[in-house]
Antibody, heavy 121, light 106 residues
Framework: QVQLVQSGAEVKKPGASVKVSCKASGYTFTGYYLHWVRQAPGQGLEWMGRINPNSGATNYAQKFQGRFTMTKDTSISTAYMELRTLTSDDTAVYYC??????????????WGQGTLVTVSS | IVMTQSPATLSVSPGERATLSCRASQSVSSNLAWYQQKPGQPPRLLIYGASTRATGIPARFSGSGSGTEFTLTISSLQSEDFAVYYCQHYHKWPLTFGQGTKVEIK
């Protein structure tokens, strides 16, 4: 079955960068858009951007442009997100999630298990 | 596009009907999805296209609406349905979510 497995929790200092991985299995990695969504503690969901794992083309939420980068390594069916210049407001669970099928759908099914990123001095 | 969900919290007894609302600040046509999230878990897709149930979702979940007004109805609440529900539009960039409705046991 389609599965997304993310890397483990991270603790970072303000001003640092974090890189989170999302390993896909059970489907053709290059066929489905891959999104990143975050959720601050006790808060709602915030879409950050998506990547086409085939072409590498990206769409970013304007809020994150300039300090957020999505990449992929098709040889190991893994997508990455990197967020730079971290502040305490970036403390959140970061999720990867796919489109439900090949094509461009922009709703999410399934989701990874989430990666907690804590930013603290 | 701002998505506004109401109410913030809904207290319902098991077996009762729950009606959750989602309003978009401008028309999103039928480009709307609903998700369920339980504590410590990622969201789970329930509905897409405003009214189409995702694979494996029980028939007690139904979605309706188009344009700016949407509703998620749970016809007879089961114990496993107590959770937070989010709507999300995918009409244009950026994709945005509502702030969520928590369905709690009355």
């Amino acid at each position: 079955q389609v599965q997304l497995v993310q890397s483990g929790a991270e603790v970072k200092k303000p001003g640092a960068s974090v890189k989170v991985s999302c390993k896909a299995s059970g489907y053709t990695f290059t066929g489905y858009y891959l999104h990143w969504v975050r959720q601050a503690p006790g808060q709602g969901l915030e879409w950050m951007g998506r990547i086409n794992p085939n072409s590498g083309a990206t769409n970013y939420a304007q809020k994150f442009q300039g300090r957020f980068t999505m990449t992929k390594d098709t040889s190991i069916s893994t997508a990455y997100m990197e967020l730079r210049t971290l502040t305490s407001d970036d403390t959140a669970v970061y999720y990867c999630a796919t489109d439900p099928a090949a094509g461009s759908y922009n709703w999410f099914d399934p989701w990874g298990q989430g990666t907690l990123v804590t930013v603290s001095s | 596009i701002v998505m506004t969900q109401s109410p913030a919290t809904l207290s319902v007894s098991p077996g009762e009907r729950a009606t959750l609302s989602c309003r978009a600040s401008q028309s999103v046509s039928s480009n709307l999805a609903w998700y369920q999230q339980k504590p410590g878990q990622p969201p789970r897709l329930l509905i897409y296209g405003a009214s189409t149930r995702a694979t494996g979702i029980p028939a007690r979940f139904s979605g309706s609406g188009s344009g700016t007004e949407f509703t998620l109805t749970i016809s007879s609440l089961q114990s496993e349905d107590f959770a937070v529900y989010y709507c999300q539009h995918y009409h244009k960039w950026p994709l945005t979510f509502g702030q969520g409705t928590k369905v709690e046991i009355k």
